[in-house]
T-cell receptor
Framework: EAQVTQNPRYLITVTGKKLTVTCSQN?????MSWYRQDPGLGLRQIYY???????DKGDVPEGYKVSRKEKRNFPLILESPSPNQTSLYFC???????????FGEGSRLTVL | EDKVVQSPLSLVVHEGDTVTLNCSYE??????LLWYKQEKKAPTFLFML????IEKKSGRLSSILDKKELFSILNITATQTGDSAVYLC??????????????FGQGTILTVHP
């Protein structure tokens, strides 16, 4: 089954404790991206990747890192999480950056 | 800075009504506009529009793009309670240093009462 898988789906952590949210797709998509969703603000792009070893900042990259060492995986790293990073995070992939996105189920992160 | 604005932000209707959702945009290098429906979880794809004036249809949903006036509308006819969701509009940038950027609007919350 074609899918985008994120883990963990739910996480409560404390300020400053490094964490990684994994994202994996099995559709051989070249484009992958991360979004955060906050009430009233819609989806905001954090980082995106056009292909392996190619990553770029979206609109809200501060406090986040990404890497794209393999085509299928695009982890989101919070080196020192802060409470303002409490949010719902979505990973998505597509064949091209301008086409239909396939979303993961979302990861709800709470930073205390 | 790329910008996408959706209106209205929320809408409450009764089953059978027709609704029109709006999406206006300012993007440096427009490539495509996409509509998504989000219920309790991940957004699901509805339409992708790249050319002005060509209507896309899927059942009771339809959408059209006006690249001159920089907006798109999503129409839903004969609404049903299952149409209750957040509708998201997004614009893809395909030029220069912003190639690959995707900007979403705030979303329109549609509630359909029986």
């Amino acid at each position: 089954e074609a899918q985008v898988t994120q883990n963990p789906r739910y996480l409560i952590t404390v300020t400053g404790k490094k964490l990684t949210v994994t994202c994996s797709q099995n559709m051989n998509h070249e484009y992958m991206s991360w979004y955060r969703q906050d009430p009233g603000l819609g989806l905001r792009q954090i980082y995106y990747s056009m292909n392996v070893e190619v990553t770029d900042k979206g609109d809200v990259p501060e406090g986040y890192k990404v890497s794209r060492k393999e085509k299928r995986n695009f982890p989101l790293i919070l080196e020192s999480p802060s409470p303002n990073q409490t949010s719902l995070y979505f990973c998505a992939s597509s064949w091209v950056s301008t086409g239909e996105l396939f979303f993961g189920e979302g990861s709800r992160l709470t930073v205390l | 800075e790329d910008k996408v604005v959706q209106s209205p932000l929320s809408l409450v209707v009764h089953e059978g009504d027709t609704v029109t959702l709006n999406c206006s945009y300012e993007v440096t290098n427009f490539r495509s506009l996409l509509w998504y429906k989000q219920e309790k979880k991940a957004p699901t794809f509805l339409f992708m529009l790249t050319s002005s004036g060509i209507e896309k249809k899927s059942g009771r949903l339809s959408s059209i793009l006006d690249k001159k006036e920089l907006f798109s509308i999503l129409n839903i006819t004969a609404t049903q309670t299952g149409d209750s969701a957040v509708y998201l509009c997004a614009v893809a940038n395909a030029g220069g240093t912003s190639y690959g950027k995707l900007t979403f609007g705030q979303g329109t919350i549609l509630t359909v009462h029986p």
